[in-house]
């Protein structure tokens, strides 16, 4: 199976900064990819697919980049609700495989 | 917007089956356009995927779980359910059902339900 590897595991930002998350695949996946954000006791949400296309309604500053075995995703400036865990996810080759994910917390 | 519900007991003895539905609203299950997957999480812990099933009952899961996985839809009920055998500890987590797109992302989430594996 693909395995997806999230760097950092945390991230400290102040507010109003710009984060950038990182998303490494063992294999290529092409552009199969997709990112989730997820609050405390909330479900996954999903921000980004095909690793650049914004989902409905996610804000701009939510922004994916990459193919192949390297993904970027930056929040451009950070706002309070984006304190959260973000996952990757591959759907190139099954089975499905999430990234361990990225905590962004407030620095 | 597709809305899930997951819906089963919080509770399972150890060596028995974990059986959980998810009961979907606002669209069909029978649409070609999901799949539909059961997805864990670990207390403090990430997301991992189980297993995925279309509307014809074509099926596919985690290899590691695949012996003690199945499974299945109901159309008539626009459900479709989980069951995990021979359960441990290690398979105590919040159980989260979702559409999943083209079968490659889930798109809507249930909100998910705690299981605790325990005597």
């Known amino acids: 199976e693909i395995v997806m590897t999230q760097s950092p595991a945390t991230l400290s930002v102040s507010p109003g900064e710009r984060a950038t998350l990182s998303c490494r695949a063992s294999?290529?996946?092409?552009?199969?990819l997709a990112w989730y954000q997820q609050t405390p006791g909330q479900a996954p949400r999903l921000l980004i697919y095909?690793?650049?296309i914004r989902a409905t309604g996610i804000p701009a500053r939510f922004s994916g980049s990459g193919s192949g075995t390297e993904f970027t995703l930056t929040i451009s400036i950070l706002q309070s609700e984006d304190f959260a865990v973000y996952y990757c996810?591959?759907?190139?080759?099954?089975?499905?495989?999430f990234g361990g994910g990225t905590t962004v917390e407030i620095k | 917007q597709l809305q899930l519900q997951e819906s089963g007991p919080g509770l399972v003895k150890p060596s028995e089956t974990l059986s959980l539905t998810c009961t979907v609203s606002?669209?069909?299950?029978?649409?070609?356009?999901?799949?539909w997957g059961w997805i864990r999480q670990p207390p403090g812990k990430g997301l991992e995927w189980i297993g995925s099933?279309?509307?014809?009952?074509?099926?596919y899961c985690k290899p590691s779980l695949k012996s003690r996985v199945t499974i299945s839809v109901d159309t008539s009920k626009n459900q479709f359910s989980l069951n995990l055998s021979s359960v441990t500890a290690a398979d105590t987590a919040v159980y989260y059902c979702?559409?999943?797109?083209?079968?490659?992302?889930?798109?809507?989430w249930g909100q998910g339900t705690p299981v605790t594996v325990s005597s």
């Open positions: 606002g669209g069909s299950i029978s649409s070609s356009n999901y799949y």
């Open positions: 996810q591959q759907y190139d080759t099954w089975p499905l495989t």
């Open positions: 979702a559409s999943y797109n083209s079968g490659s992302f889930g798109d809507s």
């Open positions: 095909d690793a650049s």
């Open positions: 294999q290529s996946v092409s552009s199969n």
């Open positions: 099933i279309y509307y014809s009952g074509s099926t």
